[in-house]
């Protein structure tokens, strides 16, 4: 019990990343675009800018105090710590009018503005070294402008501490000539005598705290535009921007992209994917009255073989003998579906019937290639009897391994679409149609018309032994089909399952197609037994009633005749 959460966790992470893998396949074109049409426009701006070059000259500044102490004068503390004075340092280098007197001494109509906009003056590390960088479009000028701004300093810094070194002498001078000559023999006398010979030493030595540590180079390269790291910055942020997007159109995307979406909509099961195919909707159902038509590929026709098989599952506490296919908008596939299925259940010697519902837009006739005549419509109205109006599609030819061929009989929609579709499918005659159908077939296949444009199928919910919802991935709407779940959810109909359709070459499918029940939650109406517990149970506990219907098992009918 205690390793559940885990795998709970587990299964949530493996959705979430095959979700957000299966989103950027989708739209890795997108992203690609971005992350080249940013690094491109990175590239084009950085080669049109115009180069600049930058030059470094260092300044060291010496904090020790020295000179105060030859002096004589008294040292101020710097309370132990470095920061305030290199603080101090990066602040005395800014005053001033060190860029004027730059600009003047440079010439090239360099104005005070121009050089303190080209100049960069920062701390090296935690050391007593403050950097003075300039930029300009010539290599040339911006070493000219770093090592004169540096000289200036150093010669303004230089200046200052004559001048101070000059008035501190002056003043000694100023006591020792007011001094008496017992005073200047004395201790206190000669230690003034001494400041004044170290003042004048130090004022004469034009001696300074700082000093130029390396002058400024002429640049090789320029600092900027750095063109290729723009464009690899610019990639960067279009993969960024490209994944944004790509994200962004998925949340506003509303269509149904893989089959798992199916499974989560209807809360259902999926019983199957099947591929995309023109194959699938051409008269490739066997042969029609005799004429045999092209069959569809193995890997087509597994698809609905995995259907059938998954279907054996889903007979725990009912029969299956009348199967409804429906969908929430046209052009879903449901009648490629349901046609393919019940040759699928045909092939394997169950007498199948076809019932095309959809009075409407009927497709089946033009699909199976059959020209006009007699359908159900005429059968409602009395018009017509069942066997006449039924057709036989033959599946293959007899050999020794099938000596019996195999066919199903499909009953078309009719000549002419009624003026009364909804009543018809209501009324009492199509009851007595189905438990005539019922009675003479072991498997009744209905196509029925789309649920969320007409109303003309819903009588027959529950006229069913269960509902199988097909949705075409890559266009179905999400909106479509949570309203379809809903109305399904609310009359309490017998769902079994969705069927995928649509699905593109190179998709996951049989991933989709095996361990498909496990995770599906039961739909609203649904026993909790029935389908998804019932899907985890092996074949031999398959309904003997339901086996026959999808295994090829044909029982006796009840009755000999099919006429209505």
């Known amino acids: 019990m205690g390793s559940e959460p885990a795998v709970g966790l587990e299964q949530t992470g493996n959705v979430n990343l095959e979700h957000v893998l299966a989103v950027l396949r989708r739209r890795a074109l997108l992203v690609l675009l971005c992350a080249v049409a940013l690094a491109g426009a990175a590239y084009g701006l950085s080669k049109q800018q115009t180069k600049r070059y930058t030059a470094t000259a260092s300044l060291v500044f010496d904090n020790s105090q020295q000179n105060l102490q030859a002096a004589g004068l008294q040292v101020v503390g710097s309370g132990g710590s470095q920061l305030p004075q290199e603080q101090t340092d990066l602040k005395l280098t800014q005053l001033g009018d060190m860029a ?74 100023k006591q020792l000539a007011a001094s008496s000559p017992r005073q200047r023999q004395s201790a206190a006398g000669l230690a003034l005598q001494a400041r004044a010979q170290s ?72 019983l199957g994917v099947v591929p995309q195919s023109r194959a699938l909707s051409r008269s490739d159902a066997g042969k029609i009255d005799g004429e045999r038509a092209p069959l569809a590929s193995s890997a087509e026709a597994e698809a609905f073989h ?30 490629t579906v349901a ?39 005429d059968v409602l109205i009395g018009a017509s009897t069942l066997a006449q109006a039924k057709r036989t599609i033959g599946l293959d030819e007899p050999s020794p391994a099938t000596p019996v061929s195999r066919s199903f009989d499909v009953l078309l929609a009719g000549a002419a679409p009624p003026p ?55 266009r179905n709407r999400r909106d479509v089909a949570e309203r379809l779940h809903e109305t399904l959810a609310g009359m309490n109909a017998p769902m079994l399952g969705v069927v995928a359709n649509g699905l593109k070459a190179g998709s996951d499918a049989y991933g ?42 044909a029982p006796q009918p009840s009755v000999s005749s099919i006429e209505g």
């Open 100 to 173: 004027a007197k730059t600009a003047a001494r440079l010439g090239h109509g360099l104005t005070a503005q121009q050089v303190r906009g080209d100049l960069k003056v920062s701390p090296e590390g935690e050391s007593s070294i403050v950097d003075v960088a300039a930029t300009a479009t010539s290599p040339a000028l911006a070493a000219q402008i770093a090592n004169t701004y540096a000289t200036v300093f150093v010669g303004e810094q230089q200046n200052a501490n004559h001048h101070y070194y000059s008035s501190a002498l002056a003043l000694v001078d």
């Open 339 to 377: 046609r393919h299925l019940a040759a699928a259940a045909a092939r394997m010697g169950s007498r199948v019937l076809l019932i095309e519902a959809d009075l409407r837009r009927p497709t089946l006739a033009r699909q199976l290639g059959l020209g006009p005549g007699p359908g159900l419509a």
């Open 306 to 335: 995995l259907i059938r098989a998954h279907l054996r599952y889903f007979n725990v506490d009912r029969e299956l003998r009348t199967l409804m296919v429906a969908s929430a908008a046209p052009g879903d596939g449901k009648t």
């Open 199 to 270: 003042l004048a030493v130090l004022a004469e030595m034009q001696a300074g705290t700082v000093q130029i540590a390396q002058g400024a180079s002429i640049p090789t390269a320029p600092s900027s535009p750095k063109t290729i790291q723009n464009a690899v910055m610019g990639a960067i942020l279009g993969l960024i921007l490209g994944l944004g997007l790509a994200f962004l159109l998925e949340r506003l995307d509303r269509r149904i992209r893989e089959p798992k979406d199916l499974e989560a909509i209807y809360r259902l099961p999926l």
């Open 420 to 474: 009364n579709p909804s009543e018809l499918i209501e009324s009492q005659a199509m009851e007595q149609l189905l438990a005539l159908a019922n009675s003479a077939y072991e498997l009744i296949v209905i196509d029925t018309p789309p649920l969320t444009a007409v109303s003309d199928a819903f009588p027959l919910l529950h006229k069913v032994d269960g509902v199988i919802v097909v949705g075409r991935v890559g």
């Open 512 to 553: 989709y197609s095996y361990d498909y029940a496990p995770s599906s939650p039961a739909a609203p109406g649904v026993p909790a037994s029935h389908p998804q517990s019932a899907a985890r149970e092996p074949a031999a506990y398959a309904s003997p009633a339901l086996a026959p219907a999808l295994n090829g098992v």
